[in-house]
């Protein structure tokens, strides 16, 4: 029992010191971009953040309720690693609160649908576009209600996924002769597996493509899910080789479990690769002035080296990296495409954001991006570890009387 809890071992300590560290350096320098650069570079900052990590501690859920709704004997013995690093969704309804804030600040509102003209007409009536929109961000009592409702709906849903999937997950450890609790995650995976594909794709679409308003992609949710889906598994195949090397959950992590998450990387690096060229391939063929706005403004002034930069990393590297089948098992090459994948993510939405909100709310015709880019994820990788070190110390690593762990421990692929 106690190869599989981690609390008092050197590696969550240091999760936990390193994300104090980096939420520390992370919320100073937040401080120093709102000094220096304004509210709006602050938010666009902040915003970058939030996505980047909420999204994977999501998509973390996503993954457990995935293993449940497939029963999946392969994973049984890593699957709590993923339910571990879920720590930061129920936090992500107060992480919201600035973002729901930054709607209702008029002009300094990196959101351009939330401004109004010279004579005070909110865009959302003055634009034509716009206003046939305007039903879906909503002029309620308090302007933008609808919007933030549906915020705060989303991290209501992920809180009540997280409490029945990973909740009855933890409840299992301590009924060795009954999985009532594995059966119920067997029965409520389907639909949540559902809710998170819908909740996911919404989220989407209100934090990220509501920065220009007038473009629209109707596979951006799925976009969206790749991009959250590779970076997740490339944590959890990081944790898999840092906790192996260091003697941890021994029997329990096999070459085998290295071998499939990279699979899965590769495979939905590919897959991004996909959903990412198609986008772009559609629009480039049907030429609409409201579709090829969006790459318009991210192949100039700089912001096509980043487009270019994305390529590389987010799928040839990691494609040329984990090509080959016998490379899969080796923990070094996992972890460099790990590295690089991670690294990808960051430019992806770092190349949605920001120049949105340059080129629309600063006004810039060169290329946003600085020291300021990394301040927003410095602060919630910090809080995503401190979070995920609080799991590692209150639960098992392993969910230990999961009815299909013995599968686990015997898979040979």
Known sequence: MSNVQLGATPFVGKMNQIGMALAAVGALGLAGVYALSGSERFFADYLLGFWYFAGISVTMLFFSALQYLA????????????????G???????????????????????????HSTEEGVSLLQADPILKKKAAYFDQGMFTFDFF??????????????????????????????????????WKRSAPFVLLYAITITFAAFDLLMTLEPHWFSTIWGVYAFAGHFVASLTIIALTLVVLRNNGYLTGYIRDEHYHDIGKLMFAFSVFWTYIAFSQYFIIWYANLPEETVYFTNR???????????????????????????DVKRKSKMLVAAGIVILVSHFIDITWIIMPAVGHHILKSESMVFGWQEFTGWFFFAGLFLIMAARQFKANNSVAINDPLLHESGEYHA
């Not at 930061?88 to 939330?114: Q, R």
């Open 299 to 325: 192949m100039a002034h700089g912001w096509q080296y980043m487009g270019y930069a994305l390529v590389l990393t987010h799928f040839v590297i990691p494609f040329m990296l984990l090509l080959r089948q």
């Open 88 to 114: 930061l969704v129920p936090f992500l309804l107060v992480a919201m609160i600035p973002i729901i804030a930054n709607v209702y600040m008029g002009h300094h509102s990196i959101y351009e649908w939330a």
């Open 71 to 86: 029963r999946a004997g392969w994973s049984a013995s890593i699957r709590r690693i993923a339910e571990n690093y879920t």
């Open 148 to 185: 933030a409702i549906r915020l705060v709906m989303y991290a209501v849903l992920w809180v009540i996924m997280r409490r029945f999937i990973v909740g009855n997950s933890l409840k299992q450890d301590a009924m060795p002769g009954d999985i009532s609790p594995t059966r119920a995650n």
